[in-house]
């Protein structure tokens, strides 16, 4: 495969906390020779939710995971199902797609959160859910300012009323810290993702997806009227192909996918449980899922155990001096918003990478030039939602041609700087650390 990261950017991560939390399904290697109707590349929630509605409509389906089931970005994000999907300001998407583009992208991401409560209902997917919605507190005065500001706008855009918190409130609603106020949208949930990942995975196989697990996509080519995917061990062909890689993609499979993602490292701590008694004293103790003000934001809440989970983006390699950075500053910057708990364990770390767009909104559709192959991916670490929705709307638009939004089916742009893209993060984060003070 061909990646731009350092090759411990896509191994293992052992200090994973929710792998602790359910058994990984039992996928088999693919060896020998396939057929199938739609070939899936990509074990995630984008491919598992295609493979499943494809599956549905009488495909036989077969899925690809490089790794082993919930290994990528799908098993190991924060469980943040909510709204967003796109980087792109609100206005600029205005510009771009017009007033009514705008409405339908709002309505496609209330739909996205929607999807995921769906199939944890049909298939009985016991998720640990918590938190009325997201919330988002502001790290300065003038960003409370601006989430006054927004709260109208917010209001509208989603069909909801939004609730602002006053920062001599915080506390009454168990969100002490160091800020200055809130937004609470009431949309949205959180979850523990492998065990979503893992209740998708049980469904498709039930509804006859053929899984495999350990079988990297080595070799992606047209064979006539079809579409030969080699791996380690094995061959499949297939009418389709569905990529769906998002930030674990490799550069030529297709060689179209060359620089029109940049994957970005996030990282996530997890705290041992913490005692009623250290919830006062901080005076956290709301179940909200939340994230702050900053354009470098951090993301954290509480699980349903006690334990805290706090994350934060800004890595910029995957050697070992720089991942001993991040590190530090991830517990640097956890300690400094919640100073009552800087003596408390930190019994997992991990980290994992998500994907953006030079467009910045996802691409669900056909890859141009390529008959029979069609991609989703792109969802700028707000993938929970978005991706297991984006894997549906492909899915419809493969089987009975529906349409996608009109903010989603834009084929992305190349970045520049080619496979040296990702040095384009350094002074991205370095503009956000000072817009942030």
Known sequence: MRRIYESAAYGPEPGCYWAETVSAPDWPRLRGSERADVAVIGGGFTGLNAALDLAASGARVALLEAETPGWGASGRNGGFCCLGGAKAPEALLRRR???????????????????????LAEHGIDADTHSEGETCLAHTPRAMARLRAEAEE????????????ERDALRQEGLG???????????????NPRKYHHGLARAAMEAGVACFSESPVTGLVRDGAHWR??????????????????????????????????????SIIVTRPLTPEEQQR????????????????????????????????????????????????????FHAMFPEWRDV???????GLICL??????????????????????????????????????????????????????????????????????????????LDL
């Open 97 to 119: 797609f017009g007033a009514e583009g705008l409405a339908e992208w709002h309505a496609t991401q209330i739909a996205s959160i929607d999807t995921v409560a769906g199939r």
């Open 229 to 266: 995917l080699t791996t380690p061990e094995g061959e499949i062909r297939a009418d389709q192909v569905v990529i769906a890689t998002n930030g674990y993609s490799s550069e030529d499979l297709p060689d179209w996918l060359r620089a029109r993602t940049l994957p970005v490292q996030s």
């Open 357 to 434: 767009m030079a467009n910045l909104t996802p691409y669900v559709g056909p890859v141009p030039g390529h008959p029979g192959l069609h991609a989703s991916l792109g969802y700028h670490g707000n993938g929970v939602a978005m991706s297991s929705h984006s894997g549906r709307l492909l899915a419809a638009q493969m089987t009975t041609g529906a349409p996608v939004p009109a903010v989603l089916s834009a084929p992305p742009r190349r970045f520049p700087l080619g496979r040296f893209r990702r040095w384009l993060l350094a002074p991205a984060y370095a503009a956000a650390e000072t």
């Open 177 to 191: 810290g160091t800020f200055h106020g809130a937004l609470t949208l009431p949309i949205g949930f959180a979850l």
């Open 282 to 333: 901080q005076g956290w103790t709301s179940a909200q899922m939340s994230y702050d003000s900053r354009r470098l934001l951090h993301y954290f809440r509480k699980l349903p155990n006690g334990r805290f989970l706090f994350g934060m983006r800004g890595g910029l390699s995957a050697r070992p001096a720089s991942v001993a950075r991040l590190r530090a500053r991830i517990r640097r910057d």
């Open 345 to 351: 364990e930190i019994t997992h770390d991990w980290s």
């Open 154 to 165: 917010a209001a509208q855009a989603y069909g909801t009323e939004p609730r602002l918190t």
